[in-house]
T-cell receptor
Framework: GAGVSQSPSNKVTEKGKDVELRCDPI?????LYWYRQSLGQGLEFLIY????????KSGLPSDRFSAERTGGSVSTLTIQRTQQEDSAVYLC???????????FGQGTRLTVV | GESVGLHLPTLSVQEGDNSIINCAYS??????FIWYKQESGKGPQFIID?????DKRQGQRVTVLLNKTVKHLSLQIAATQPGDSAVYFC????????????FGSGTRLLVRP
């Protein structure tokens, strides 16, 4: 597709389970960002990739969160042993190179019950 | 992780009037700025960007102004329409923050018919 694609669009999981969120960036975009947005709030930076490398992981809330990117394209954000406070919309964005406009996907709404 | 926008201020304008949305940024080393529009249930949508070597940039019905002296960014929307109702975020990138895209606190724009 032409835009950033995220899947699933909605995910309901039980507390303690692991979840994987997927992001397909715009083709050719080397930079990829993950954010978390709680209801009615701003965007919390989690991690970004330049190619397959993650220069800055400082935003990951805990060691239950991890992310990887392979082939300079698809990225997965994994949350292990989910907690209720992990409930939020997880947004992915990509840009052609760093320091240029970033385009967002529609997000994955995660609900931990 | 970094988080912003805990309480969103609201700007209410009459349809047809001009809107001005303000953003104060914190990092004097930031050299690239983006305005995003976010409608309910959707990911942020790129509106306009500006680099630090400029103080004004115009798009279709939108103008961004940058005042580096006071670290202030504004988004002006001409002839505001009901479809402009959304939450607006400014975002900044700086080399000394390893090029991660950091979002400022959002502003909710309500357009009265």
């Amino acid at each position: 597709g032409a835009g950033v694609s995220q899947s699933p669009s909605n995910k309901v999981t039980e507390k303690g389970k692991d979840v994987e969120l997927r992001c397909d960036p715009i083709s050719g975009h080397t930079a990829l960002y993950w954010y978390r947005q709680s209801l009615g709030q701003g965007l919390e930076f989690l991690i970004y990739f330049q190619g397959n490398s993650a220069p800055d992981k400082s935003g990951l809330p805990s060691d239950r969160f991890s992310a990887e990117r392979t082939g300079g394209s698809v990225s997965t954000l994994t949350i292990q042993r989910t907690q209720q406070e992990d409930s939020a919309v997880y947004l992915c964005a990509s840009s052609r190179i760093l320091n240029t406009e970033a385009f967002f996907g529609q997000g994955t709404r995660l609900t931990v019950v | 992780g970094e988080s912003v926008g805990l309480h969103l201020p609201t700007l209410s304008v009459q349809e047809g009037d001009n809107s001005i949305i303000n953003c104060a940024y914190s990092n004097s080393a930031s050299d690239y700025f983006i305005w995003y529009k976010q409608e309910s249930g959707k990911g942020p949508q790129f509106i306009i960007d500006i680099r630090s070597n400029m103080d004004k940039r115009q798009g279709q019905r939108v103008t961004v102004l940058l005042n580096k002296t006071v670290k202030h960014l504004s988004l002006q929307i001409a002839a505001t329409q009901p479809g402009d109702s959304a939450v607006y975020f400014c975002a900044e990138i700086s080399m000394d923050s390893s090029y991660k895209l950091i979002f400022g606190s959002g502003t909710r724009l309500l357009v009265r018919p």
